[in-house]
């Protein structure tokens, strides 16, 4: 099979770690017999920087004319003080928007031989497998109004969270389809006992989990859902929540894996999927080695299986992935103290030898 992906390199060490995402790509296509065919296209920083535009609408058409995107790491601390509208960060808005990704999922897993690199106890850590499931575009991401206002000691800010019942009602009900596939548990997080907002959310949440009569629901506010991450992470199967707290809850989960640098994501909802790790585009190490690729290659996974429907092609890199963590190769940001490191390019092809063999 063929298949035509926009790759979008991006910031940072987004370049790197997108290199070593195809090299596993290309291997994948090798064993399995398909063909890899990937269009590189502008977004972010690099995208401001050509065409003063972080999503210029040539890339955006070429991302909903192909049928995967595979997107690295975006932004950089010489575009913090541009205006809102023009940073990176409107341009990955503006592509989640662009496609109608309204589903992000966060696969929260933890690999056996990194159960010492996080900061958390073996014993609370061991087993955690979730799925963190957040809403992708509304919410206060979107809301509007918005914006800054008035003069100096008279300026204010505004931002404004709006959730309509439709959207709550599909990320919910995906949400319950994807429980039926694991252990049949899903969890949403609100602040109902603050924000309308969430009240909206929460009632209509538990109306549409009425129609999963095989799955165990139930609600938590997103204060008591922090500390269980820590406390408990082991009762979470799905975790279901809106753009500001999936964003915020996604980064703190990672590190019961070891690092943000094995946290990948797809994005879907759309006729087209967006896959990119959870991580951002860490400037301070660009163009040293040292940048894990790992999150970046289990995006590829992702994408096999959540963009192809190639179930056998994505188990082959996760059980890749995990055989090369179990022979001990680690990049700088998992490695034990003392620990011998690998580059970025050493663990990108360690896992492309592991594949197939």
């Known amino acids: 099979m063929n298949f035509h992906i926009v790759v979008l390199a991006g910031d940072g060490i987004g370049p790197e770690i997108c290199e070593e995402s195809k090299k596993v790509l290309n291997r994948v296509g090798e064993v399995f017999g398909h063909k890899f065919e990937y269009e590189a296209q502008d977004a972010g920083g690099i995208a401001i920087d050509k065409y003063d535009n972080p999503l210029p609408d040539h890339t955006l058409k070429a991302c909903l004319a192909s049928q995967a995107v595979l997107k690295a790491p975006m932004g950089g601390p010489q575009?913090?003080?541009?205006?809102?509208?023009?940073?990176?960060?409107?341009?990955?808005?503006?592509?989640?928007?662009?496609?109608?990704?309204?589903?992000n999922l966060r696969p929260v897993k933890l690999f056996d031989a990194l159960k010492e690199a996080s900061t958390l106890k073996p014993e609370i850590i061991d087993g955690v497998n979730m799925l963190i499931v957040r809403e992708l575009i509304s919410g206060i991401y979107f809301g509007e109004p918005?914006?800054?206002?008035?003069?100096?000691k008279d300026r204010y800010g505004v931002n404004t969270e709006i959730y309509r019942a439709p959207e709550v009602e599909r990320i919910v009900k995906l949400s319950c389809e994807l429980a039926r596939l694991r252990r049949k548990k899903v969890t949403s997080v609100d602040k109902f006992n603050v924000l309308e907002s969430s009240r909206l959310w929460h009632d209509v949440a538990e109306e549409t989990a009425r129609k999963f009569s095989d799955v165990a629901f139930e609600h938590q506010i997103v204060d008591n859902a922090a500390m269980q991450l820590i406390l408990n992470p082991k009762q979470f199967d799905v975790l279901v929540t809106t753009n500001m707290f999936g964003d915020i809850l996604s980064d703190e989960a990672s590190m019961l894996t070891g690092s943000l640098g094995m946290l990948p994501s797809a994005s879907i909802g759309g006729k087209v999927g967006l896959f990119e790790p959870s991580h951002g585009s860490a400037p301070d190490i660009a163009g040293t080695g040292k940048a894990n690729p790992l999150a970046m290659i289990l995006s590829v996974g992702m994408m096999l299986q959540y963009g192809f429907k190639l179930l056998k092609e994505t188990q082959a890199v996760e059980t890749a992935v995990e055989k090369v963590l179990n022979n001990g190769l680690r990049t700088a940001d998992i490695v034990k103290k003392g620990g011998k490191t690998v580059s970025c390019a050493e663990m990108g092809d360690a896992v492309v030898t592991a594949i197939g063999n």
Do not use: F
Request: glycine fraction near 18%; proline fraction near 3%.
């Open 79 to 103: 575009w913090d003080k541009i205006e809102n509208k023009k940073r990176p960060e409107a341009g990955i808005l503006g592509l989640r928007k662009g496609l109608d990704l309204y589903a």
């Open 146 to 152: 918005r914006g800054i206002h008035g003069e100096g």
